[in-house]
């Protein structure tokens, strides 16, 4: 056969060329036939639809067929034709089928039947193989896509902050070290502490849990910056909506106060969901398809709804009267739980909500003081199903007050001089804000848990693959 160049599949549905000839290389996932045919389902991951392979028995021989299972590699070439059979346009008259790799079907984990999210996990090298994650991970590819190109046409800058730190941003202590000490012959000082001057940076060093101070030093340059990178938290908290290891946008924006921060996080919010809508359309129309029914509703209503602001105090006051049996109790001063959060954006507002000025002794120490010595500038927008998927803040520009903050904290600032230093030098107002990548993933793909929708999910006592 002349030689031609492999399409992938999701350009032979665009096109449509009947009668060409073609080539693909994919992955079986189905194949059934008889004495005289033979049709393979094949799937070469960069669309959600498979193409059918339509496989002369006469012509190949009988045996040919053994090894091409489920799972299996395959490169064909033939004829693209309009497709007799329901469910496809288009199918591939074989002329050569080439098998690049068997899979055993004694032993591949993934034959044709539906498995449990849970057992998908147990073999995450294998499940991008699904159509399910095929669809999340491909949606995930465009959110990250999307979020690089609404930043860029506003004249935001990709601001590189580092992972390696020597800094706790949030003041929570959830973090990973990083050390290249010999855990088993420790080197110590003369009073029995550990000597971190031996060690690789000569100071105690640990996984970034937010890029935000740094943030705040290029947005105090630039204007207008935004980082998007790998954040760790050593938190030992198992729930459907917290990872070890996940990924943050943090825009930070000079002279911006806590409304102009809302203003860009709706907005931002509203652009990527639009953008996933126009971009993912089959993906999210096979989730909500096979996985929830209210997918693409909820994915609109939040596009065509403005989000509801207000305080956390009178946040607080409506969970109070709500008369409902929470786990967790709630008062002012408590820090919402997720089912707080849920319970006055799906059942009070029905709509995502965002709060401001919490009280202080529950956010960071860097947050804007409000004039009442009780609260603070920050926000948090929270949306169905998810709870929390942002949270930002107007920050202190004041150096005095700063510093006050940071004491009354009985804060160490040695590591972090460098922050409280530009506070001195032009300082300015300004705010930004974080969003969890995987929780806007989870919000998209409608999925119920954050361990399915990154590739390899770090959480506590699992770091495999
Ligand atoms: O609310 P957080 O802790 O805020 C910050 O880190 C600020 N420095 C952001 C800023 O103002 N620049 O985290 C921000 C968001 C949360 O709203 C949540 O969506 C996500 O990050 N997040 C997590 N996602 C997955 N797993 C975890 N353990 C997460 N912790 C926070
Ligand atoms: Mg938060």
Redesign the pocket.
């Given at each position: 056969m002349e030689s031609i160049r492999r399409t992938k599949i999701v350009d032979i549905f665009k096109q449509l060329e009947f009668g060409s000839k073609v080539d693909v290389k994919g992955w079986v996932r189905t194949i059934r036939g008889n004495k005289y045919v033979n049709f393979i389902h094949l799937n070469d991951g960069s669309t959600i639809h498979n193409l059918q392979i339509v496989a002369d028995a006469e012509k190949f021989g009988e045996e040919f067929f053994k090894p091409i299972s489920t799972g299996a590699c395959i490169h064909v070439q033939g004829k693209l034709v309009e497709s007799q059979g329901k469910g496809q346009k288009a199918e591939i008259q074989a002329e050569s089928i080439e098998v690049y790799g068997t899979a055993d079907p004694v032993t591949y984990p993934l034959q044709k039947k539906g498995h449990s999210m849970e057992f998908l996990r147990e073999i995450a090298y294998l499940r991008p193989r699904t159509n399910t994650f095929g669809a999340i991970y491909r949606i995930r590819h465009h959110m990250a896509y999307a979020i690089h190109k609404y930043f860029n046409d506003r004249g935001f800058f990709y601001f590189h902050t580092p992972i390696i730190t020597a800094s706790d941003?949030?003041g929570a202590g959830s973090m990973f070290q990083v050390t290249t000490l010999d855990l088993n012959n420790v080197p110590r000082t003369e009073d029995g502490q550990v000597n971190y001057s031996e060690d690789f940076f000569g100071s105690p060093t640990n996984l970034t849990?937010?890029g935000?101070l740094e943030?705040e030093l290029g947005a105090m340059a630039l204007g207008a910056i935004y980082t998007f990178g790998p954040t760790f938290?050593a938190?030992n908290?198992n729930t459907p909506?917290?990872?070890?290891e996940?990924w943050?946008i943090?825009p930070?924006v000079a002279f911006y106060d806590i409304h102009d921060n809302m203003d860009l996080a709706e907005d931002f919010l509203k652009y990527l969901i639009r953008y996933a809508l126009e971009h993912c359309k089959d993906d999210i129309e096979f989730l909500n398809e096979m996985f929830d029914k209210e997918l693409i509703e909820r994915l609109k209503f939040v596009i065509e709804n403005d989000f509801v602001r207000l305080t956390y105090t009178e946040g607080v006051d409506i969970l109070e009267k709500s008369g409902h049996k929470f786990e967790f109790p709630v008062y002012w001063g408590a820090d919402l739980q997720s089912e707080h959060e849920r319970y006055l954006v799906e059942k009070h507002f029905k709509r995502p909500v965002i709060l401001t000025d919490y009280p202080k002794e529950i956010k960071?120490f860097y947050m804007k003081q409000n004039k009442d010595g009780k609260t603070v500038r920050g926000m948090?927008v929270l949306f169905p199903k998810i709870g929390?998927?942002?949270?930002?803040?107007e920050r202190e520009a004041d150096y005095d007050k700063l510093v006050q903050r940071t004491k009354e904290l009985e804060m160490n600032t040695d590591p972090i001089w460098w922050y409280m230093e530009t506070r001195k030098f032009g300082t300015a107002p300004h705010a930004?804000?974080?969003?969890?990548f995987?929780?806007l993933v989870l919000f998209v793909t409608g999925m119920a848990n954050?361990r399915d929708v990154i590739p390899f999910p770090r959480t506590p006592n699992n770091a495999e693959f």
């Open positions: 941003a949030e849990v937010s935000q943030g938290r938190e908290s909506r917290h990872l070890a996940f943050m943090e930070e960071s948090d929390e998927i942002i949270g930002g803040s930004g804000f974080g969003l969890g995987e929780r954050i």
